[in-house]
């Protein structure tokens, strides 16, 4: 690696007064992609959400061990750092959950960093409980104290020339968001539909007197926003001069309890009292007999379509500013989606109804046609799926933990994959390798070991058929590198456990000879 140091000194990612001085005026929210530009080929990356970083305050953030995180990575001659939606956590604290597609997940925000711009007190946010385990997140705490440090910060805040700035630059969502956020407080937490019925139907006279009564906390929530996007941007841009680039993710549904069904009813399948009428899930497959019932509204589609899609092309374009690549969540839904009469317990009754097709991605393209995709094309695979897939252009997901339990014609197994597709070792949702092997049939894993044919130990094996793989892109979980078992699972998809999106790394789960070692395999299959 020509001597290359993989790990800066700290005060290169602590931020710093000087760094705030850079960033605070640049605006990172606009509808203009960050880097245009295909994928480059025979890439590869690593998936790991913020969250799951090291650090001092309870949960993983913008701070000290993302910029570290990119010094590995670019160490390890890594084209790509995946990550999870950066919304806002919502029910079961799942990332998928967001009360708002477009505003930032405050958790996120980094406090050592607000401390070096002399916006709080190192004291101060010690003076609240974070959690005693450093390897979860305590959301609880999070959520109860997150937002009281962060009005510290606020109320020493003085450049309001630079938030009035970002309130203008944003005026397309930062309003409605903001004026929910202030009216859940208001509401002690209560979901949009047990609100006073004014507010719930969004009577004009109503709203415009909320905005005036919530003011001041309406402006906070826009400061919140505001270091959210700061931090962000501030951290692209040092991912970008060390060449690695950000794929993100995008849900296909949002909940009933977000800002966007409250702002935009009539886009979502809602009866006259706004009540969903469907709702989203999918049938039982191999993660749950019951299926998983999500509970999301459905979309109205022949409203989108109406007007082009515009509320789909702007969300496309919130994530796009956001990201250098779009992992799209849930992709079969486009063709076809599940959905369960409302009320119901399970998922199982629920019917396939046709999606928007080829016209909705022709929307896509048309308003984006620079932006990198990622179909999701998991889950019940049928052929106008796959034909959606091809037709689309996007490159669709190979995971390695679903090639062996079927004959050697499964379509998950590399010698099956042609070049525009991305092969995963896993995905968040399910088991690191090193837990399948454990947990697997016998005949699986002597079929997985006999096909990877290594030298190495069984992990190793399968993360080396990953890179070797044909696909454009590779993509490791870093609890594979790490040769993490079932504590580092990520999700356990149709449950509620409390295990759910809480892992976190050890502390010094980066080193020099993890790099190296990740470095020469991604050479060997010209990836670098």
């Given at each position: 690696?020509?001597?290359?140091?993989?790990?800066?000194?700290?005060?290169?990612?602590?931020?710093?007064?000087?760094?705030?001085?850079?960033?605070?005026?640049?605006?990172f929210?606009t509808?203009?992609?960050?880097?245009?530009?295909?994928?480059?080929?025979?890439?590869s990356?690593?998936?790991?959400?913020?969250?799951?970083?090291?650090?001092?305050?309870?949960?993983?953030?913008?701070?000290?061990?993302?910029?570290?995180?990119?010094?590995?990575?670019?160490?390890?001659?890594?084209?790509?750092?995946?990550?999870?939606?950066?919304?806002?956590?919502?029910y079961g604290?799942?990332?998928?959950?967001?009360?708002?597609?477009?505003?930032?997940?405050?958790?996120?925000?980094?406090?050592?960093?607000?401390?070096?711009?002399?916006?709080?007190?190192?004291?101060?946010?010690?003076?609240y409980?974070?959690?005693?385990?450093?390897?979860?997140?305590?959301?609880?705490?999070?959520?109860?104290?997150?937002?009281?440090?962060?009005?510290?910060?606020?109320?020493?805040?003085?450049?309001?020339?630079?938030l009035d700035?970002?309130c203008?630059?944003?005026?397309?969502?930062?309003?409605d968001?903001?004026?929910?956020?202030?009216?859940?407080?208001?509401f002690?937490?209560?979901?949009?539909?047990?609100w006073?019925?004014n507010?719930?139907?969004?009577?004009?006279?109503?709203i415009?007197?909320?905005?005036q009564?919530?003011?001041?906390?309406?402006?906070?929530?826009?400061f919140?926003?505001?270091?959210?996007?700061?931090?962000w941007?501030?951290?692209?841009?040092?991912?970008?001069?060390?060449?690695?680039?950000?794929?993100?993710?995008?849900?296909?549904?949002?909940?009933?309890?977000?800002?966007?069904?409250?702002s935009?009813?009539?886009?979502f399948?809602l009866?006259?009292?706004?009540?969903?009428?469907?709702?989203a899930?999918?049938?039982p497959d191999?993660?749950?007999?019951?299926?998983?019932?999500?509970?999301?509204?459905?979309?109205?589609?022949?409203?989108?379509?109406k007007?082009?899609?515009?509320?789909?092309?702007r969300?496309?374009?919130g994530?796009?500013?956001?990201?250098?690549?779009?992992r799209?969540d849930?992709?079969?839904?486009?063709?076809?989606?599940?959905?369960?009469?409302?009320?119901?317990?399970?998922?199982?009754?629920?019917?396939?109804?046709?999606?928007?097709?080829?016209?909705?991605i022709?929307?896509?393209?048309?308003?984006?046609?620079?932006?990198?995709?990622?179909?999701e094309?998991?889950?019940?695979?049928?052929?106008?799926?796959?034909?959606?897939?091809?037709?689309?252009?996007?490159?669709?997901?190979?995971?390695?933990?679903?090639?062996?339990?079927?004959?050697?014609?499964?379509?998950?197994?590399?010698?099956?994959?042609?070049?525009?597709?991305?092969?995963?070792?896993?995905?968040?949702?399910?088991?690191?390798?090193?837990?399948?092997?454990?947990?697997?049939?016998?005949?699986?894993?002597?079929?997985?070991l006999e096909?990877a044919?290594?030298t190495?130990?069984?992990?190793?094996?399968?993360?080396?058929?990953?890179?070797?793989?044909?696909?454009?892109?590779?993509?490791?979980?870093?609890?594979?590198?790490?040769?993490?078992?079932?504590?580092?699972?990520?999700?356990?998809?149709?449950?509620?456990?409390?295990?759910?999106?809480?892992?976190?790394?050890?502390?010094?789960?980066?080193?020099?000879?993890?790099?190296?070692?990740?470095?020469?395999?991604?050479?060997?299959?010209?990836?670098?």
């Amino acid at each position: 690696m020509g001597g290359y140091s993989p790990f800066l000194q700290m005060e290169h990612f602590s931020g710093g007064k000087e760094r705030w001085k850079t960033f605070r005026h640049t605006l990172f929210y606009t509808t203009q992609s960050v880097i245009a530009g295909d994928i480059p080929m025979r890439g590869s990356g690593i998936l790991m959400h913020i969250t799951s970083l090291p650090g001092p305050y309870g949960i993983g953030t913008m701070g000290a061990q993302a910029y570290q995180f990119i010094d590995f990575l670019k160490a390890a001659g890594q084209k790509y750092w995946q990550i999870l939606p950066l919304t806002p956590t919502g029910y079961g604290d799942s990332p998928y959950q967001s009360c708002s597609t477009f505003a930032g997940n405050h958790y996120l925000i980094d406090l050592d960093m607000l401390v070096e711009a002399g916006l709080l007190e190192r004291d101060e946010i010690r003076a609240y409980s974070w959690g005693e385990n450093p390897n979860r997140v305590d959301f609880g705490l999070q959520y109860q104290n997150r937002l009281q440090v962060l009005r510290l910060a606020y109320d020493r805040f003085r450049d309001h020339q630079a938030l009035d700035a970002f309130c203008r630059e944003n005026a397309g969502w930062l309003p409605d968001y903001t004026l929910f956020m202030a009216l859940k407080d208001r509401f002690a937490g209560l979901p949009w539909y047990n609100w006073e019925d004014n507010l719930k139907h969004r009577d004009p006279d109503a709203i415009w007197k909320a905005r005036q009564e919530l003011s001041e906390q309406i402006r906070f929530y826009c400061f919140v926003q505001y270091l959210f996007f700061c931090q962000w941007q501030a951290l692209c841009s040092y991912a970008h001069k060390a060449g690695v680039q950000i794929i993100g993710d995008v849900p296909i549904y949002v909940p009933y309890d977000s800002v966007d069904v409250w702002s935009d009813p009539e886009l979502f399948l809602l009866d006259e009292e706004l009540t969903p009428i469907e709702v989203a899930g999918c049938p039982p497959d191999c993660f749950s007999e019951e299926g998983q019932l999500w509970g999301n509204p459905l979309y109205r589609w022949e409203r989108h379509k109406k007007d082009g899609y515009s509320w789909w092309i702007r969300r496309m374009q919130g994530a796009a500013s956001r990201y250098d690549g779009i992992r799209i969540d849930h992709f079969r839904g486009f063709a076809g989606y599940w959905a369960v009469p409302y009320g119901d317990a399970t998922a199982r009754n629920g019917q396939w109804l046709p999606g928007p097709g080829m016209d909705f991605i022709r929307a896509l393209h048309t308003a984006l046609p620079d932006v990198q995709m990622i179909a999701e094309d998991l889950g019940l695979l049928t052929p106008d799926v796959h034909k959606l897939r091809d037709d689309s252009g996007y490159p669709g997901m190979k995971v390695l933990s679903f090639a062996f339990d079927g004959g050697a014609d499964c379509e998950y197994l590399p010698h099956t994959y042609h070049r525009n597709t991305v092969c995963y070792t896993g995905t968040h949702d399910n088991m690191p390798i090193k837990q399948w092997l454990a947990e697997s049939s016998p005949k699986a894993v002597a079929f997985a070991l006999e096909y990877a044919g290594g030298t190495e130990d069984p992990v190793w094996s399968i993360i080396r058929l990953c890179l070797s793989s044909v696909s454009d892109l590779a993509v490791v979980q870093i609890q594979d590198y790490l040769e993490l078992g079932a504590e580092g699972r990520m999700n356990f998809p149709g449950t509620r456990t409390g295990d759910n999106w809480t892992w976190r790394a050890d502390p010094q789960f980066v080193s020099r000879e993890l790099a190296e070692r990740i470095w020469k395999l991604t050479a060997t299959y010209g990836r670098l």
